[in-house]
């Protein structure tokens, strides 16, 4: 979707509260957690290269998100920094990038982003202390790629207050703790620690729940991808609506209890990375041998609902980001339980958004060990992979996070009333 080039502002009403989180990025360098590395990650084995000043503008990337592996010089105003994956495995394009800058004066500096590989993707988003995130004006971005050249020159407002360029908006670990604090006081919500990553951060899980928690669950999973923010915007969306006190999030309540993991890979987002955890591996690939303590407590959560005999498991989807947006359904003819939901959800969804055209794949990724696969053929439930745009605007973002829930609830609903 093409963002107006009079409006750069990306923040729906959904983003203001991540506006504190970004004041508090801006303010200071964030001190590190004690015992975890924070920051550009790759890079801290070979301390120094994360910050460079030309003697006015420095730029640094000690804070978590942050995502460059090297800073280089190259003249008065112009830096250079080396965007590079977290380790040799990543074969996705997803190439993060977040700097932050200041200068001792008001100016513009030139900023080349130098890709590895991939080159050029997310459009940069800038920001700025006080009013939160917006997109950098287009006119202030040159991609030049040509042979081996991948690179992306940024012109950047600077001054003595810093600011932020990131591939966008950061939504870091503390900005979905201050999203959960935000609903601690509704009786609905229940806020517990799934386990650790493997640096150690949390990983934390909210049930959703009527007061006498219903047998069927409903599992949404979330940020599997450290770039993946816009899928992490709409799951926000997508939970606050089941969290509303209106006759449908009541009914649905009373019928289904939900489980949310809404961020399974701390330590990729803290460390800005394009698409890993720590271990190497891409969680999303993990879902059948599960190396990795994320997808282990996936599994377990799963295994324990299949377990319990006042559970049963009759839903999973997992939200993700990609160049446009889309829903990874199961290839058709494939039977669930509860039968029909897929397309009933993708109908419902539809007709609640009459401008706007809902896109299916069925079958993405079949063949490999992501979660889609892996649940549907260890439960035989209907299965999905909610994907939003890089770029798709924020506010549209919110009503599809929406309008998914309601369409969710509601074909719920429907099918758990259907005569059998
Ligand atoms: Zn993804």
């Not at 801290?44 to 090297?70: K, L, M």
């Not at 803290?270 to 879902?287: E, I, K, M, Q, S």
């Not at 939003?388 to 369409?407: M, P, S």
């Amino acid at each position: 979707m093409e963002f107006p080039a009079t409006s750069p502002a990306i923040g729906g009403g959904q983003l203001r509260p991540f506006a504190l989180a970004l004041a508090l990025l801006l303010a200071a360098c964030v001190p590190a957690q004690p015992g975890l590395p924070v920051g550009a990650g790759k890079a801290a084995a070979d301390p120094g290269v994360t910050r460079c000043s030309d003697g006015s503008t420095t730029i640094d990337g000690d804070f978590p998100g942050a995502g460059f592996a090297r800073c280089e010089v190259l003249g008065k105003g112009w830096f250079r920094l080396a965007i590079e994956p977290e380790d040799a495995n990543v074969t996705n394009c997803s190439p993060w990038y977040a700097f932050r800058a200041a200068s001792k004066a008001e100016g513009k500096v030139k900023v080349d982003l130098d890709y590895a590989s991939c080159g050029h993707r997310y459009q940069p988003k800038i920001g700025l202390p006080g009013s939160g995130w917006e997109r950098l004006d287009p006119a202030a971005i040159e991609v030049r790629e040509k042979g081996k050249l991948r690179n992306a020159r940024l012109t950047v407002p600077v001054s003595p207050a810093p600011v932020i360029l990131a591939g966008q908006e950061l939504l870091l670990p503390d900005a979905y703790s201050a999203w959960m604090d935000r609903h601690a006081a509704n009786p609905a919500m229940t806020r517990s620690r799934l386990g650790l990553s493997a640096q150690g951060r949390p990983i934390e899980r909210l049930q959703i729940a009527g007061p006498v928690p219903a047998r069927q669950q409903v599992v949404l999973l979330g940020r599997q991808h450290p770039p993946e923010v816009t899928g992490g915007l709409a799951m926000i969306a997508f939970v606050d609506r089941l969290l509303e006190d209106d006759p449908l999030a009541r009914a649905y309540r009373a019928r289904f209890t939900t489980q949310v993991v809404p961020l399974l890979n701390p330590d990729g987002v803290v460390n800005g990375h394009w698409r890993h955890g720590t271990g190497g591996v891409d969680l999303n690939r993990d879902w059948g041998p599960f190396t990795q303590p994320e997808t282990q407590l996936m599994r377990d959560m799963l295994l324990g609902i299949e377990a319990d005999p006042d559970r049963e498991l009759v839903l999973f989807l997992d939200f993700h980001s990609t160049r446009y947006d889309t829903i990874y359904t199961l290839l058709p003819g494939l039977p669930t339980n509860p039968p029909g939901f897929l397309p009933a959800w993708l109908a419902d969804y539809a007709a609640r958004l009459p401008d706007y055209t809902v896109r299916e794949e069925p079958g993405h990724n079949a063949a490999l060990p992501v979660s889609k696969a892996w649940v549907y053929d260890r439960f035989g439930v209907p299965t999905a992979t909610y994907e939003i745009g890089d770029e798709t605007d924020r506010e549209l973002i919110r009503r599809l996070g929406r309008a998914a829930a309601e369409a969710m609830m509601a074909s719920l609903l429907a099918g758990a009333d259907a005569p059998q």
